[in-house]
């Protein structure tokens, strides 16, 4: 079996998000797994300093409109939250946590929390909200709400989002590493495509 | 026969030059014209508090990397000057006049000048290589020289930056317009070509 692409995503990133679908269609075309990690955008873009798409007046709005085009290129159900962008820590360290003990729910449980946000226009900063995705999972509610307040939690998912930003030099999202090579954002997924095909150029 | 495709680029931007090639093989395939518009870079980013992409770390590094990666895939020439980014107003307003002239003598001189720093990396800002290009191409060069110094030029070519920037709201190159759709980026080449074949979605 080759090698997993890594997938490096931000639950508050409509791309991330767009990618994710994406990028889920791309792997299994070529037989390959797709290993998930969560980070912080926020923190990427102090290094860079650089904002979120839509901080930004004119490419804000052009941005707005190519997640709808994107959206419905590729048959993705999409609707840009209201209230953008959210703080998603909660989730993204609910999910590293996961990861560690159940990587496939962890990815059922990301796709829940990116379909509650970008479909559903839930607030998934708010903890009841990713409660009932855990419920709905049959995921311990109680062991997962107090993982994620536990220091030892906290401590070694942060070192994992500085690991991602400070020497995988992740920068935005989703961005990916398919056998090594490095490829940023959801327009890249149809090189990533061609990559896999060709072995690469 | 159906409306030209509109594309704004600048001549410092290495995606610009790509996506001239790019872009010129799909309107090429779709039977569609280009129409070259040249405008400031820095007159965009101005209002949206962003760089060019080298003057970010971690993106800049990956971008040097995904320039060259894109022209190997699409077998554009192309080596990555090591004096980057250039003023190159006077290309530019060159250019401008050069349109209004004669638009196929035009785009003729915007690819000698794109050729000359991203695949010679000779100094685009140095009017004696500018000279040298229009020399090449039987353009008068002292009506040239003149033209870029004169008042009403200068006037005229701001108006069409602002134009570019304030009204149709370019924010980055390559920019492209599709009948009334706006696209940005030399990876969206790819969806100009889908969008061009299927008539949109």
Chains 1, 2 share one sequence.
């Not at 926020?42 to 930004?56: C, I, Q």
């Not at 052009?62 to 909660?90: H, V």
Request: proline fraction near 4%; charge should be negative; charged fraction near 25%.
């Amino acid at each position: 079996m080759s090698a997993p692409i890594e997938f490096y995503f931000d639950f508050s990133s409509p791309y991330a998000y767009l990618g994710s679908e994406m990028i889920g269609r791309v792997a299994e075309k070529h037989g390959r797994r797709v290993n998930w990690h969560s980070f912080m955008l926020g923190a990427a873009f102090k290094g860079e300093n650089t904002g979120p798409l839509t901080s930004y007046p004119r490419k804000g709005e052009y941005s707005r409109r190519d997640f709808d085009r994107t959206a419905r290129k590729y048959n993705i159900p999409f609707n840009m939250p209201s209230d953008f962008p959210k703080t998603t820590l909660a989730a993204s360290r609910g999910f590293y946590w996961l990861s560690g003990k159940n990587e496939n729910l962890a990815k059922v449980f990301a796709k829940a929390v990116f379909a509650a946000y970008f479909v559903n226009g839930q607030d998934i900063s708010d903890l009841t909200i990713i409660q009932q995705i855990t419920k709905s999972l049959d995921i311990d509610e109680e062991e997962f709400s107090s993982a994620i307040q536990q220091d030892s939690v906290k401590k070694a998912y942060r070192a994992s989002v500085e690991e991602i930003v400070d020497e995988k030099k992740v920068f935005g999202a989703p961005y990916f590493l398919v056998d090594g090579e490095p490829f940023w954002g959801a327009d890249r997924i149809v090189q990533i495509d061609e990559w896999l095909t060709t072995g690469g150029w």
